[in-house]
């Protein structure tokens, strides 16, 4: 079982932790008001033991600068998605528009002599260049006799859209008179019309690639929708990226023309660029990669290379606990599964009031705005208190402006569906840590009779007394909880039971009739975890500020990075490896250094360490 709070709340040295005794699962008094603390520990979310934990630790800073934590989507086992080029146009699309050029030349010769019938060789030879100098803002005006005459004017607007498909025309006046007005087809503008006039051959969604830096996978994606024109819900991707790093992934939307997005992209900040447009067949869903590359650099650290290489090499052979990390459950002082635990339950408004009220931690402004909104539920002024990279909190408002507070599903469902899905998932994950940390508590690095494993048909079935032998810790699963999954049958399951009923839930009882993503199937999960790649190489360097890894904005605009020297300074560990998808790099650091990964813990050793430099 899960040690108290006040037990559980101390550093890898044993020093206590200068905050608040305050139960994770307690919400019913709020912040400020309210009393939770600032950070949340490892311990806080179920992660609290290690696969060896006879090997020695050794400090080191990750995420010291965000250009050290290098995240890159892998998808169809082994791609690796990069950033490579921006502002370049699909192949399908410039296949079509090379066609439709070719397609423009065919009949100039009849095209021209039609238009010298009806507007004279002067205004003839400027429509055909018009029509072939390809996509432009400018407008052609034409003026004549033709004006003059009705019929006349029908049959020049009737000859320019018979041979120009891709030319629009109409009848305008300015200061010296009225004029014919040429201009290209506005016709990719526009989400429904877009959609129209979309070729029955052409892949039915465009897929990019997303480069962010130093910010929120939801917060990036609002940006690119306000830039083109399009809510932020209509862009699919396979999960989120951390914040505090530089993440690829790829993006995908409906019927949307590429050119929109390279629009957007001239609009946005180098912490979001767009790139590697291309039409596919299919949309991406939760899930829908294969795992993740990093790139992560660990500074400053203390250790001989003898450990790290030791270190590395266990992990490299055995890997590390499977645990959820702590990016899962939110970097607040509210974590996610709070606010999904009042999801699944059906107290929305109390997970909408989780999500807005006060709470410590947050800056000025922020704690400002909040303390407005707890104080007078006044969200339409609540809103434009709210700085606008709070995405969430800011999309909520808007919902109750919309909705009000008496509708709580219908204000909560403006939220992006992946983030509540997010809310609802880290329930899961958090009881899942425990069960592993009080399963490795039972048995140590070895499996229990009533365990679950993956048969040679690839089902779940129990370990017995007769098949123990035949299996190691690698083998184990642990499920997440949920109406279509099988439970150990052992002590772990009464365990489960227990913790799940503290907060009003039964795993046995998980469907619900309300909204699909509060109704939990389940899942099965490794209690360990073995990189896919396992690479790491010892470096040293001088600069502590300086950028030491290359990323992929860096390649493209040519950006050069300090490098390594050979006798510096300070000590670098650079590893390079790739997880499935839902595997933490985090945890795995956790393992490789025995040290948490918690902001509070590399809070302290930094403070520990500034005082002997």
Same mark, same amino acid.
């Given at each position: 079982m899960a040690q108290p709070a006040a037990k559980r709340q101390k550093l890898d040295n044993g020093e206590p932790l200068p905050v608040k005794e305050v139960s994770p699962i307690d919400t019913s008094s709020k912040p400020d008001i309210v009393g939770t603390r600032v950070y949340v520990t490892e311990a806080d979310l179920g992660i609290e033991t290690y696969l060896e934990p006879d090997r020695p630790s050794f400090i080191s800073f990750f995420k010291e600068r965000f250009s050290d934590f290098i995240v890159r989507e892998v998808v169809d086992q082994d791609q690796i998605v990069h950033l490579t080029e921006m502002d370049v146009e699909p192949q399908w699309d410039i296949d079509f528009r090379i066609n439709a050029e070719k397609k423009l030349t065919v009949d100039d010769d009849i095209k021209l002599n039609n238009l010298v019938e009806v507007v004279g060789q002067e205004l003839a030879d400027q429509i055909m260049e018009f029509a072939n100098i390809g996509q432009t803002k400018e407008v052609l005006k034409l003026r004549g006799p033709f004006l003059e005459d009705k019929a006349l004017r029908t049959n020049v607007h009737v000859t320019i859209k018979t041979y120009f498909e891709t030319l629009e025309t109409s009848t305008c006046e300015d200061e010296e008179g009225s004029y014919i007005s040429v201009k290209w087809s506005n016709r990719r503008r526009g989400g429904q019309r877009q959609r129209r006039d979309w070729p029955a051959d052409k892949p039915k969604y465009l897929r990019f690639v997303l480069h962010k830096i130093n910010c929120e996978t939801n917060y990036a994606l609002g940006q690119v929708a306000k830039y083109a024109g399009v809510k932020p819900k209509a862009f699919s991707i396979s999960g989120t990226k951390d914040k505090r790093a530089v993440t690829s992934q790829?993006?995908?939307?409906?019927?949307?023309?590429?050119?929109?997005?390279?629009?957007?992209?001239?609009?946005?900040?180098?912490?979001?660029?767009?790139?590697?447009?291309?039409?596919?067949?299919?949309?991406?869903?939760?899930?829908?990669?294969?795992?993740?590359?990093?790139?992560?650099?660990?500074?400053?650290?203390?250790?001989?290379?003898?450990?790290?290489?030791?270190?590395?090499?266990?992990?490299?052979?055995?890997?590390?606990?499977?645990?959820?990390?702590?990016?899962?459950?939110?970097?607040?002082?509210?974590?996610?599964?709070?606010?999904?635990?009042?999801?699944?339950?059906?107290?929305?408004?109390?997970?909408?009031?989780?999500?807005?009220?006060?709470? #410590? =931690?947050?800056?000025?402004?922020? !704690? *400002?705005?909040?303390?407005?909104? @707890?104080?007078?539920? &006044?969200?339409?002024?609540?809103?434009?208190?709210?700085?606008?990279?709070?995405?969430?909190?800011?999309?909520?408002?808007?919902?109750?402006?919309?909705?009000?507070?008496?509708?709580?599903?219908?204000?909560?469902?403006?939220?992006?569906?992946?983030?509540?899905?997010?809310?609802?998932?880290?329930?899961?994950?958090?009881?899942?840590?425990?069960?592993?940390?009080?399963?490795?508590?039972?048995?140590?690095?070895?499996?229990?009779?009533?365990?679950?494993?993956?048969?040679? #048909? =690839?089902?779940?079935?129990?370990? !017995? *007394?007769?098949?123990?032998?035949? @299996?190691?810790?690698? &083998?184990?699963?642990?499920?997440?909880?949920?109406?279509?999954?099988?439970?150990?049958?052992?002590?772990?399951?009464?365990?489960?039971?227990?913790?799940?009923?503290?907060?009003?839930?039964?795993?046995?009882?998980?469907?619900?009739?309300?909204?699909?993503?509060?109704?939990?199937?389940?899942?099965?999960?490794?209690?360990?975890?073995?990189?896919?790649?396992?690479?790491?190489?010892?470096?040293?360097?001088?600069?502590?500020?300086?950028?030491?890894?290359?990323?992929?904005?860096?390649?493209?605009?040519?950006?050069?990075?300090?490098?390594?020297?050979?006798?510096?300074?300070?000590?670098?560990?650079?590893?390079?490896?790739?997880?499935?998808?839902?595997?933490?790099?985090?945890?795995?650091?956790?393992?490789?250094?025995?040290?948490?990964?918690?902001?509070?813990?590399?809070?302290?050793?930094?403070?520990?360490?500034?005082?002997?430099?």
């Open positions: 790829y993006v995908t939307i409906y019927k949307m023309y590429a050119d929109r997005i390279i629009r957007a992209n001239g609009r946005l900040n180098d912490n979001i660029k767009l790139g590697n447009l291309e039409y596919v067949d299919d949309q991406l869903n939760l899930g829908s990669h294969t795992g993740n590359h990093f790139t992560i650099l660990l500074r400053n650290v203390q250790a001989e290379d003898a450990l790290l290489n030791q270190a590395c090499q266990q992990i490299a052979d055995h890997g590390f606990i499977n645990y959820f990390g702590t990016q899962r459950f939110g970097a607040g002082s509210i974590p996610n599964h709070l606010i999904g635990i009042k999801c699944i339950n059906g107290e929305y408004l109390e997970a909408i009031d989780l999500i807005l009220d006060p709470r #410590e =931690g947050d800056s000025r402004k922020v !704690t *400002e705005a909040r303390k407005f909104y @707890y104080d007078t539920r &006044d969200a339409t002024k609540a809103w434009k208190k709210f700085p606008r990279n709070y995405h969430i909190e800011s999309t909520l408002l808007k919902g109750i402006v919309k909705h009000g507070r008496n509708d709580a599903l219908g204000s909560l469902n403006s939220i992006p569906r992946n983030m509540r899905l997010m809310y609802a998932h880290s329930v899961q994950s958090w009881f899942w840590n425990r069960m592993v940390t009080k399963h490795l508590e039972l048995g140590g690095i070895n499996p229990l009779v009533g365990d679950l494993v993956k048969n040679s #048909e =690839g089902e779940m079935t129990h370990i !017995t *007394e007769e098949t123990i032998g035949n @299996y190691t810790l690698a &083998d184990v699963f642990i499920p997440l909880p949920g109406f279509s999954v099988k439970y150990p049958q052992n002590e772990l399951f009464d365990f489960l039971k227990t913790i799940m009923g503290e907060v009003g839930l039964n795993p046995e009882d998980m469907k619900r009739d309300g909204p699909s993503e509060f109704s939990l199937p389940g899942g099965y999960r490794e209690i360990v975890k073995v990189p896919v790649v396992f690479d790491w190489s010892i470096h040293q360097y001088d600069d502590p500020e300086a950028t030491l890894l290359e990323n992929d904005l860096d390649v493209l605009k040519g950006t050069n990075v300090d490098s390594f020297k050979e006798n510096g300074e300070f000590k670098a560990l650079k590893l390079r490896f790739i997880l499935d998808s839902s595997t933490y790099a985090t945890m795995l650091i956790r393992e490789l250094t025995h040290k948490s990964t918690s902001a509070l813990s590399r809070k302290k050793m930094r403070e520990a360490l500034n005082k002997t430099q």
